[in-house]
């Protein structure tokens, strides 16, 4: 199907991300023109840029400050013109778990800025680029997780970021069409999902086994899955009435199970043996 975005400018933050680089893949694909914003390192962003030459541009920049995102945006607009529409999508989550008690300042602050402050700046420099650059379409997705709606023990800092992308996206679809007037913000939840970020726990079979006993369609995402929902729901074309919505992708997932069947025993004992708790 014809999505209609070929000419678009789409900018993405955490391109060189795993899911970055297939949403990247996905919309040069489609003949969008891609500003590619990549932290630290190209990584896959280096392959695409022999193939796509003409149609993508990547950019280094450290969203969690205000010169580099004013930069990026500056750069994808003397590149492509018009930003059409931005994936709010860089992230982090430390690789270990931390009780709220032992959590240090600096990495609570750390997350918030680069999940939900890195998010602000890029819907703020997003929504100038739309100032100056007149239009009727536009399209803001943040990313979220499922963290942000069921909590996630130990990740304090990164659900509490990704909680906070609720009222940011239902704030922001009031304000887009008073810049664009069919523009359009929603946030896409994914669950878990095979990337460096879940690297940990998706390598880990025991992990692997609780988490899937969550998800009544039994299998953890693969990029693609999340990626090809962010771009339909950026096209115009498909998605041109969806604004203001919450489109969580984790095969059903509603909770997370909290305990191995060992830590349950003991209830588990005391039920079947008719014992009161
Ligand atoms: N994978 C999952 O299971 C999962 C589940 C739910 C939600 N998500 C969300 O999905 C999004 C993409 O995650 P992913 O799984 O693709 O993770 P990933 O592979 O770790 O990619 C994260 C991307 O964010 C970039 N980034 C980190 N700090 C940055 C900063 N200060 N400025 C600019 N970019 C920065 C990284 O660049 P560098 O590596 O160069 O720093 C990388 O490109 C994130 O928002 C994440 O929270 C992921």
């Not at 391109?15 to 500003?35: D, P, R, Y």
């Not at 032992?102 to 100032?131: C, I, P, Y």
């Not at 909680?163 to 929603?186: T, Y």
């Amino acid at each position: 199907m014809d999505l209609k975005l070929k000419g678009k400018h789409i900018l993405i933050t955490g391109a060189s991300g795993g899911i970055g680089i297939e949403l990247t893949k996905q919309f040069l694909t489609e003949g969008v023109n891609v500003t590619a914003c990549y932290n630290r390192e190209k990584r896959q962003l280096s392959d695409l840029m022999e193939s796509f030459t003409d149609n993508l541009l990547t950019v280094s920049a450290d969203i969690r400050k205000e010169d580099s995102a004013k930069e990026l945006f500056t750069q994808a607009n003397s590149r492509f013109g018009r930003v059409d529409g931005a994936i709010a999508n860089a992230g982090i989550a430390n690789h270990e778990g931390v009780s709220v008690s032992e959590m240090s300042l600096d990495q609570w602050d750390n997350t918030l800025r680069v999940n939900l402050t890195g998010s602000f700046l890029t819907a703020k420099h997003f929504f100038q680029n739309l100032e100056k650059y007149p239009g009727d379409d536009a399209s803001l997705i943040l990313v979220g997780s499922t963290a942000g709606l069921f909590g996630e023990a130990w990740y304090s800092d990164y659900s509490t970021s990704k909680a906070g992308m609720h009222g940011m996206m239902m704030s922001l679809k009031n304000e887009i069409v008073h810049l664009a007037s069919r523009g359009r913000v929603n946030l896409v939840n994914p669950g878990w999902t095979v990337t460096p970020m879940a690297e940990g726990a998706v390598s880990d079979p025991i992990m692997v086994s609780r988490i899937v006993q969550t998800i009544p369609l039994r299998k953890i995402a693969e990029p693609a899955d999340i990626a090809s929902t962010i771009v339909f729901l950026t096209s115009d074309y498909v998605s041109g009435h969806v604004s203001g919505q919450t489109v969580t992708v984790a095969g059903g997932m509603e909770g997370r199970v909290l305990f191995t069947p060992d830590e349950v025993s003991d209830y588990v004992d005391r039920y079947t043996s008719k014992e009161k708790w």
